[in-house]
């Protein structure tokens, strides 16, 4: 599928660092991995377009998807998404707050 979001990217709750460094790819595995489920429904406002031509996921995302799908199902995740402390540290976000836990 394929998502628009030039226009909003200025309004992500994320900042615009991840959506522009992400432009043009799969996202399919970043969105499950930083995002509580609340966050699919804003997806539908910004859908353009299918794009199936060539498009392959690889056995690394099957299992990631298998592997998270099954750990939200038995809860393991917090309420607010998963791996967000360390997925910000990351991403360079440590620098303001000095610590993976902050
Ligand atoms: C392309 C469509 C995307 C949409 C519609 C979207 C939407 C959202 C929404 C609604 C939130 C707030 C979630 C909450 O309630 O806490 C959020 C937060 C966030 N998103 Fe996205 N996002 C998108 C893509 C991405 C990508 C590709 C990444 C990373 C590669 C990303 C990283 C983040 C991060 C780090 C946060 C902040 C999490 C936190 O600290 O609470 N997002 N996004």
């Known amino acids: ?4 979001v030039s226009e909003w990217v200025k309004d992500h709750p994320g900042g615009d660092a991840p ?10 595995d970043a969105f499950i991995a930083y995002h509580p489920g609340t966050a699919w429904k804003h ?3 910004f859908f353009t377009s299918y794009y199936v031509k060539d ?4 056995e690394i ?23 967000r402390k360390l997925d910000k540290y990351a991403m360079g ?3 303001q707050s000095g610590s993976i836990d902050g």
């Open 43 to 45: 997806l539908d406002q």
């Open 19 to 28: 959506l522009l460094s992400f432009a043009g790819r799969d996202v399919t």
């Open 61 to 83: 995302s099957k299992d990631y998807r298998r592997i998270a799908n099954e750990f939200t199902r038995l809860e393991l995740f917090e309420k607010k998404g998963h791996g």
């Open 93 to 95: 976000e440590r620098g």
């Open 1 to 4: 599928m394929v998502y628009y």
């Open 55 to 58: 498009f392959v996921v690889s």
